[in-house]
């Protein structure tokens, strides 16, 4: 893999965010609540890996769409 760059989203599975899958909360309210707390989706990283020039639009949407 030598001269990729990852895009990454990382879920920290807090107190609250653990109370939401115990009880069963729909994956788009999850994932509201952790964007709230901070988790950076997806989309957000490769968008500003294109910004500094480490990928190409073209590159992403070959990847993630």
Known sequence: ?????GVL???EVSPA??????RGERGTVIQ?????NGMRPLLHDSL???K???TTLDEVARVLL
């Open 9 to 11: 989203e990382l879920l």
């Open 17 to 22: 965010i653990a109370d939401l899958i115990h």
């Open 52 to 54: 500094l020039g480490l």
């Open 32 to 36: 509201q609540a952790a964007i709230a």
């Open 48 to 50: 500003d890996k294109i």
């Open 1 to 5: 893999y030598t001269g990729r760059i």
